[in-house]
């Protein structure tokens, strides 16, 4: 009897020890070439989570005898049984979508082939080697088959922070994650007739790309899992966390015409820390980008006739006859002054520094961890302005520029991000307890130009003020795995409080202020100058522009992940949210995938969705100084709804666009070394928010007597707006497909990319007030809508191919960017840009185990855009438009790297 129950004891003994959880260790390794697969994710059914190292060693927290989820960009990911000393081997992938995925699901073993929702995974860190682009928002317009990004011109702080689409929407509309935490927003809102007029979007070049492992990239609308923003998806960024010593990355290069020059240095560390697997990930990217002009040569005579002070110019770019008989002898009898130049238009002068900081402490006990993410960006930019020439007397000094000038935006941006949280495992459920701050602030200055109501005492520099946004997020989440609900149930839930805050501050006097507006004993005002106030091309903020807002919100979320059956999956999510400044709404969305074979999957998803109206879009002020019809001091700009003006206009207050999105598609894994995705979808947005024109005023700037007299009580002859004016339907089909072949020390991996998208404006809402009846194309103007339907391409494809030989590699892309249109509207023309292919073109050569060099370009063979239209072109000066592959032809660049250990 003593047997039996000693027996029976050991058993009790082993279940008990099996039943815990325990720190396994083990080596991952590559199935092909033997060597060790560094920065694996390795995820056990019961939570426990590790990366693997420089050797491919890991150590995770799990129970003896459970599934262990191993996944790596660039491999198949496995599945293994828990046991100590494991040995696991990975074999290649044909792309990145067997990765897990964080974003769009909460399940910790869902891989991008396998969810309910089509999510793109860029994985960075393998592939910027090769890459000819630069820039974050530039590698994925060339990677993400529905994103799109251009640099803009002239066109003051939009040309400092480019805005970017996905799937057509606005820059807006786009929610941007870092490790899954939601990040800030910029202060700048585009409002100068680019891609996302009226809109703020997030500044994806502040993220250093050295810093970046991978990139997540949802395409569906996901606002009942994230909240407000995400109409269009989610990008989530994820950092590297390896314990993989030093690497670094010089470049440089040029565009074909040799300018754009670029030098840029670019760091990565990796430290281990302590002896449970805790790390420290640092890293840094500087560059210097000088600028690039893309204008027509002028050949320009400036008629000088001070003694008459009537100064005037003649382009004789499309007269060459005429301009050569004026010789010097000519020039110098009839003080004639020829001044060839150019107008500055192209890229703006960058310098940027950014660095990241990706901190991981696992606690001893082995049920939980400390982390933390720290970001700073500096940026400092040149950009160029419209010229002033001579014949236009109210805005010269002609002491300091007697035949014109071109001003200088000057911009000091600084964005900073820092995230700490702890994740906790309460028995089988998981705990994340986070907080995340970010400010962004873009302060401007304006040089080479002058304020001329100052005449000769103007300076030629000013500081024109600023604006800044500051974003504090706090997260609890909680999530438990359900292993034995039929195939497994994943449920989680959560709440968020979201603190906002957002600052426009005046500039100095002599950027905003008119030196010839004198008040008269009556009250009314005196013009004695006759001369504009304010330095030119972007007077400063003045002090009635200054605000200081904030607003705060609280959300409740719930999400959960049912597997049926082994090849059925139901997910569905809800989200309540309350603003303090526009009330609550609530948002749901469900989805499935359906798998008849493991090749085949069937999923669709169905979401309402919504975006808050930004701060900036209810508190944005740019007022600048008039003199009203009846003599006295004026107003005209960008008034916020609130104001007083605004409320007796009958201008409504802002409310929130609301979102319908429908997806389906179907996802295809025929061998292990082909996959195939395609995405129908359709998103309807309600009340979407656009940036009016200047009322008081017809289309071509003409007053009208009429509707000024509504703004003169108020102290203004005219004003723009912000407005839910119009409804949108964006219908479209994304196609992914990658294929890997082998054949004997070669590897050739072949990529092809497509999307096909259409915006359309459904209806103008019936909200044009009715003291404003008539300026309905002021209200929504025709060139407004093609910013919104056709500014970027409705097509894109890009067909890439990366062979590999041992040591040498070479990677070639070719992306069709579709056609484009551009309305003039109210001086110009409507215009369409025919679709273009450019071609990027890279070698790469491995010098030593820690030493590759690369060389190569983007747009090799220098493909344009059509040339615009003369009647939009200014007179010829913007010879192209900012659309498509961007106007800047070929760039080619050599770069060196060095990966330590």
């Known amino acids: 009897m003593k047997q039996v129950y000693l027996l029976l004891l050991m058993i009790c003994v082993q279940v008990t020890v099996f039943a815990q959880k325990t720190s396994l260790r083990g080596q991952i390794t590559d199935a092909t070439t033997k060597e060790p697969v560094i920065g694996a994710t390795v995820i056990a059914q019961t939570g426990g989570k590790a990366i693997s190292d420089i050797s491919g060693n890991f150590t995770v927290l799990a129970t003896v005898g459970e599934p262990l989820t191993i996944a790596s960009t660039g491999f198949e990911t496995a599945t293994v049984t828990a046991a100590p000393n494991l040995s696991i081997q990975l074999n290649p992938s044909a792309s990145a979508l067997d990765a897990v995925v964080v974003v769009g699901t909460r399940n910790p073993t869902r891989t991008a082939l396998n969810t309910p929702v089509p999510v793109d995974v860029i994985p960075l860190s393998a592939v910027q080697r090769t890459l000819p682009q630069n820039d974050l928002n530039q590698v994925l317009t060339y990677l993400a088959p529905s994103f799109q990004s251009n640099r803009q011109s002239s066109s003051d702080g939009t040309e400092h922070i480019d805005p970017a689409s996905l799937r057509g929407m606005g820059p807006d509309q786009t929610l941007v994650l870092i490790n899954g935490k939601r990040r800030h927003t910029t202060s700048l809102l585009n409002n100068q007739g680019t891609f996302g007029n009226g809109s703020v979007g997030t500044d994806l070049n502040a993220i250093p790309m050295s810093a970046i492992e991978r990139i997540e990239v949802l395409r569906d609308g996901a606002s009942a899992q994230y909240g407000s923003d995400a109409i269009a998806g989610v990008v989530n960024i994820i950092l590297k966390t390896?314990?993989?010593?030093?690497?670094?990355?010089?470049?440089?290069?040029?565009?074909?015409?040799?300018?754009?020059?670029?030098?840029?240095?670019?760091?990565?560390?990796?430290?281990?820390?302590?002896?449970?697997?805790?790390?420290?990930?640092?890293?840094?990217?500087?560059?210097?980008?000088?600028?690039?002009?893309?204008?027509?040569?002028?050949?320009?005579?400036?008629?000088?006739?001070?003694?008459?002070?009537?100064?005037?110019?003649?382009?004789?770019?499309?007269?060459?006859?005429?301009?050569?008989?004026?010789?010097?002898?000519?020039?110098?009898?009839?003080?004639?002054?020829?001044?060839?130049?150019?107008?500055?238009?192209?890229?703006?002068?960058?310098?940027?520094?950014?660095?990241?900081?990706?901190?991981?402490?696992?606690?001893?006990?082995?049920?939980?961890?400390?982390?933390?993410?720290?970001?700073?960006?500096?940026?400092?930019?040149?950009?160029?302005?419209?010229?002033?020439?001579?014949?236009?007397?109210?805005?010269?000094?002609?002491?300091?520029?007697?035949?014109?000038?071109?001003?200088?935006?000057?911009?000091?941006?600084?964005?900073?991000?820092?995230?700490?949280?702890?994740?906790?495992?309460?028995?089988?459920?998981?705990?994340?307890?986070?907080?995340?701050?970010?400010?962004?602030?873009?302060?401007?200055?304006?040089?080479?130009?002058?304020?001329?109501?100052?005449?000769?005492?103007?300076?030629?520099?000013?500081?024109?003020?600023?604006?800044?946004?500051?974003?504090?997020?706090?997260?609890?989440?909680?999530?438990?795995?359900?292993?034995?609900?039929?195939?497994?149930?994943?449920?989680?839930?959560?709440?968020?409080?979201?603190?906002?805050?957002?600052?426009?501050?005046?500039?100095?006097?002599?950027?905003?202020?008119?030196?010839?507006?004198?008040?008269?004993?009556?009250?009314?005002?005196?013009?004695?100058?006759?001369?504009?106030?304010?330095?030119?091309?972007?007077?400063?903020?003045?002090?009635?522009?200054?605000?200081?807002?904030?607003?705060?919100?609280?959300?409740?979320?719930?999400?959960?992940?049912?597997?049926?059956?082994?090849?059925?999956?139901?997910?569905?999510?809800?989200?309540?949210?309350?603003?303090?400044?526009?009330?609550?709404?609530?948002?749901?969305?469900?989805?499935?995938?359906?798998?008849?074979?493991?090749?085949?999957?069937?999923?669709?998803?169905?979401?309402?969705?919504?975006?808050?109206?930004?701060?900036?879009?209810?508190?944005?002020?740019?007022?600048?100084?008039?003199?009203?019809?009846?003599?006295?001091?004026?107003?005209?700009?960008?008034?916020?709804?609130?104001?007083?003006?605004?409320?007796?206009?009958?201008?409504?207050?802002?409310?929130?666009?609301?979102?319908?999105?429908?997806?389906?598609?179907?996802?295809?894994?025929?061998?292990?070394?082909?996959?195939?995705?395609?995405?129908?979808?359709?998103?309807?947005?309600?009340?979407?928010?656009v940036l009016t024109g200047l009322f008081g005023y017809d289309p071509l700037g003409s007053s009208i007597p009429d509707v000024q007299a509504l703004f003169l009580p108020f102290g203004a002859d005219g004003g723009r707006f912000f407005t839910n004016a119009i409804n949108t339907t964006t219908q479209g089909i994304d196609i992914v497909a990658s294929y890997r072949m082998t054949f004997g020390k070669n590897k050739l991996d072949i990529t092809g990319l497509a999307n096909f998208n259409q915006t359309k404006v459904d209806s103008l809402l019936n909200n044009v007030p009715a003291k404003l009846a008539g300026q309905e194309d002021v209200y929504f103007s025709p060139a407004e809508r093609g910013l919104i339907e056709r500014v970027n391409p409705r097509q894109k494809l890009n067909l890439s191919l990366n062979y590999t030989r041992g040591k040498f590699s070479v990677y070639l892309a070719n992306v069709y960017f579709g056609a484009s249109y551009r309305n003039g509207f109210p001086f110009g023309v409507e215009q369409t840009f025919s679709g273009k292919m450019v071609h990027d073109l890279s070698f790469s050569y491995q010098i030593s185990p820690k030493l590759s060099l690369t060389f190569g370009g983007n747009n090799i063979f220098s493909a344009y855009p059509d040339e615009q239209a003369y009647d939009n072109s200014y007179f010829g000066v913007f010879k192209y438009a900012p659309v498509q592959m961007g106007m800047n032809g070929g760039f080619y660049f050599l770069r060196l790297n060095y990966i330590g250990g």
């Open 242 to 689: 390896k314990a993989d010593g030093l690497s670094l990355s010089a470049s440089s290069g040029m565009t074909h015409r040799g300018d754009g020059l670029l030098g840029r240095l670019t760091g990565n560390y990796g430290l281990g820390l302590g002896k449970n697997g805790g790390s420290l990930n640092v890293s840094f990217d500087g560059y210097t980008r000088s600028s690039t002009n893309r204008t027509q040569n002028h050949n320009l005579i400036i008629f000088d006739q001070s003694a008459q002070g009537n100064f005037f110019a003649y382009d004789f770019t499309n007269d060459p006859e005429a301009a050569r008989a004026y010789d010097d002898s000519v020039m110098t009898a009839n003080g004639l002054v020829r001044d060839d130049f150019n107008f500055q238009v192209g890229d703006a002068q960058i310098n940027n520094l950014s660095s990241f900081a990706n901190l991981l402490l696992p606690f001893s006990s082995g049920k939980g961890e400390f982390y933390a993410f720290a970001g700073y960006n500096g940026r400092r930019g040149k950009g160029f302005g419209f010229r002033r020439l001579p014949s236009d007397g109210a805005k010269m000094v002609f002491s300091k520029f007697p035949y014109g000038f071109q001003p200088n935006t000057g911009s000091s941006i600084n964005d900073v991000s820092l995230g700490m949280g702890v994740r906790y495992d309460l028995g089988r459920w998981k705990a994340d307890l986070s907080n995340t701050v970010g400010n962004n602030s873009f302060d401007y200055s304006v040089s080479n130009t002058v304020n001329a109501s100052l005449q000769d005492k103007t300076p030629t520099h000013f500081e024109a003020g600023g604006h800044a946004f500051t974003q504090n997020t706090v997260n609890a989440d909680i999530s438990r795995y359900f292993e034995n609900t039929l195939s497994g149930l994943n449920l989680a839930f959560g709440a968020e409080y979201r603190l906002e805050n957002y600052r426009i501050n005046e500039g100095e006097e002599a950027s905003w202020r008119n030196y010839g507006l004198v008040t008269n004993p009556d009250g009314t005002i005196t013009d004695t100058l006759g001369l504009a106030g304010g330095a030119q091309s972007f007077p400063g903020f003045g002090p009635v522009n200054a605000v200081n807002e904030s607003r705060s919100n609280v959300s409740l979320y719930a999400d959960t992940e049912l597997d049926v059956t082994k090849f059925w999956t139901v997910s569905a999510a809800g989200r309540y949210e309350n603003y303090s400044d526009f009330g609550n709404t609530f948002n749901y969305k469900i989805a499935t995938l359906l798998r008849p074979t493991s090749a085949i999957g069937i999923r669709g998803a169905i979401s309402t969705g919504f975006r808050a109206p930004s701060l900036h879009q209810q508190y944005f002020s740019y007022i600048s100084t008039t003199i009203l019809s009846d003599g006295r001091l004026g107003q005209s700009g960008f008034f916020p709804n609130q104001s007083e003006l605004a409320q007796s206009l009958g201008i409504p207050k802002l409310k929130q666009e609301t979102s319908q999105n429908v997806s389906v598609g179907i996802t295809l894994k025929p061998t292990s070394n082909f996959n195939l995705s395609v995405d129908a979808y359709q998103i309807n947005v309600k009340d979407r928010i």
